[in-house]
């Protein structure tokens, strides 16, 4: 595709439940972001990517919190029993190179009931 | 530690006008430095990067400048539209390849 694609753009779920977040990063970029930000915040970083290269798991807020990637493709966020401290918009990034521009995707606004 | 503050945090100014945000950061110790902009509701747009070795790169009616040493970015907005209302972010990559951000500049453009 031309862009990053997430999906779903919308989830609704209930505390307790797994979810799963999905991020398609713009093809051949080695480079891939998590994000969240909650409702008029900042960007929280949650987890950086690079080619084959360990992630940066350093700004998941806890446990429940985890994320692939499989090479340099599709990445899924999962957040385990989800509190309502977790709605927020999840947004993906990717670049083709730690030294180049990034591209977001539209987010995924998660709102746990 | 590095840490991105940008100045105001909010701007209102008539449509038409010159404006210039500002974004500074506490070590000169970056890779490069990246404007965004962010529509309510929706992902960020990137505007403008500049390496560490450059010192502007200009799309359009932006301009952006980078000085290093002392650690601030502007971004000039020329001849503004209405378009032009976003909060305007800017982000620093430092040494680890970490992404390092501001707070945000909410601008808008008045009619």
């Known amino acids: 595709g031309a862009g990053v694609s997430q999906s779903p753009s919308n989830k609704v779920t209930e505390k307790g439940k797994d979810v799963e977040l999905r991020c398609d990063p713009i093809?051949?970029?080695?480079?891939l972001y998590w994000y969240r930000q909650r409702l008029g915040q900042g960007l929280e970083f949650l987890i950086y990517?690079?080619?084959?290269?360990?992630?940066?798991k350093s700004g998941l807020p806890s446990d429940r919190f985890s994320a692939e990637r499989t090479g340099e493709s599709v990445s899924t966020l999962t957040i385990q029993r989800t509190q309502q401290e977790d709605s927020a918009v999840y947004l993906c990034a990717s670049s083709l190179s730690p030294n180049e521009k990034l591209f977001f995707g539209s987010g995924t606004q998660l709102s746990v009931l | 530690k590095q840490e991105v503050t940008q100045i105001p945090a909010a701007l209102s100014v008539p449509e038409g006008e010159n404006l210039v945000l500002n974004c500074s950061f506490t070590?000169?110790?970056?890779?490069?430095l990246q404007w965004f902009r962010q529509d309510p509701g929706k992902g960020l747009t990137s505007l403008l990067l500049?390496?560490?070795s450059q010192r502007e790169q200009t799309s359009g009616r932006l301009n952006a400048s980078l000085d290093k040493s002392s650690g601030r970015s502007t971004l000039y907005i020329a001849a503004s539209q209405p378009g032009d209302s976003a909060t305007y972010l800017c982000a620093v990559k430092d040494s680890n390849y970490q992404l390092i951000w501001g707070a945000g500049t909410k601008l808008i453009i008045k009619p």
């Open positions: 500049i390496q560490s």
């Open positions: 093809s051949g970029h080695t480079a």
């Open positions: 070590d000169s110790a970056i890779y490069n």
């Open positions: 990517f690079q080619g084959n290269s360990a992630p940066d």
